[in-house]
């Protein structure tokens, strides 16, 4: 099944930092409402949708995050150059010298270059061969500084620049982690023949910075499954592959055994793994040392709750060019659906 290009394009590009997902709730309630019998969003951002299924049978909420990590500007200085605060994990390494988007209160999309406060090589000696620091960059938008402070407030936020493109069998672009996972979870709702299980499907908010969405959604729900979707580090890349790989784009779904916030359920893995292998879907088996994910949240809450994550290999992680394969994410969506048509079977007593 080929991929919805025009559905992916519009998450991936569509900015949507922790605590400003407005953007991508308003996509979110569009695709959400006509798959679902009641769509709300809760206190804290995130957009629930429910799906009923028979009476008395299991909750499953399924999780994808809408944010991306990003920045909000929290310093204009007097010639008009916006300082930043960051939201989520950024390795400078990967902020030189990019484009970005900053969104402004009045809902304008201004662009500017993201630059180190540093000389340019020419100049700098010793100095160039050293690594900025996040706290050293900054935004030029271009304009004189009563302009800018005219149309960009503290407390705006920012975004890397960079639209989707396909490169080769893959997909690349900013902000994979996590539009992909919600690609998933909408086309495999699509996807869902029949469900006896009573499904939320739930956009979070607030991931990056602390499966903070999440956490408060499932207290609210009080899901008997969980099934978070987010990506997962794939190094099958130069520095990586062995017993370091975690996954490989092109080796299917990654069914998650642990990351470093949850050890998931082991029949609910087991679940997944028998799917994959009855329905012959590609899939990898996931052990991710570090980084957690949504369902590592919701897991703890209300005493406790069967919980996985199904994970896209993606390269590249936590940059502007994140990747993840065509037929990888195909295989999420297969698994995704014919989980949920048989959640209701699963016994996970321990």
């Known amino acids: 099944m080929p991929v919805d290009e025009k559905l992916l394009r519009r ?27 009641r769509v709300k969003t809760d206190a804290l951002g995130s957009v629930i949708a429910t799906k009923k299924g028979r009476d008395g049978a299991p909750k499953v909420m399924v999780a994808a995050h809408m944010d991306e990590i990003g920045f909000i500007v929290k310093y204009i200085d007097e010639k008009g150059f916006l300082r930043l605060q960051t939201l989520g994990g950024h390795d400078p390494a990967n902020m ?8 402004t209160s009045k809902g304008e999309s201004l662009r500017g270059a993201l630059q180190p406060a540093r000389k340019p090589p020419h100049v700098a000696g010793d100095e160039a061969n050293k690594m900025p620091k996040a706290q050293e960059f900054f935004v030029d938008l271009g304009l004189s500084a009563d302009e800018v402070k005219d149309r960009v407030r503290v407390g705006d936020y920012v975004t890397m620049d960079r639209t989707l493109e396909k490169v080769g069998e ?52 009080k899901p008997d499954i969980v099934v978070a979707l987010d990506i997962t580090l794939a190094l099958d890349v130069p520095g990586g592959g062995g017993q370091d790989e975690i996954s490989k784009l092109g080796g299917g779904a990654a069914i998650k055994i642990m990351d470093g916030s949850l050890i998931c359920h082991p029949k609910l893995v087991e679940h997944f793994r028998s799917i994959a292998e009855r329905e012959e879907i590609p899939h990898q088996m996931e052990i991710l040392p570090r980084g957690g994910t949504d369902a590592g949240g919701v897991q703890r809450q209300n005493g406790g709750a069967p919980s996985i994550t199904l994970s896209i290999p993606c390269r590249y992680v936590h940059s502007v060019n994140e990747m993840v394969n065509a037929e990888d994410v195909q295989a999420c969506i297969t698994l995704l659906a014919k989980y949920l048509e048989e959640a209701h079977t699963g016994d996970y007593a321990l």
């Open 11 to 37: 998450l991936v590009e569509t900015p949507s930092v922790p605590g400003r997902e407005e953007k991508q709730r308003e996509i979110a309630r569009e695709v959400l409402a006509p798959l679902s019998d």
């Open 170 to 221: 893959n997909y690349i672009g900013k902000a994979m982690d996590d539009r992909i996972g919600l690609f998933v979870m909408y086309e495999a709702l699509k996807a869902m023949e029949s469900n006896e299980a009573n499904i939320y499907a739930v956009a979070t908010s607030q991931e990056e910075v602390g499966l903070r969405g999440a956490v408060a959604s499932g207290s609210s729900i």
């Open 96 to 103: 030189v010298s990019q484009r970005v988007i900053v969104t």
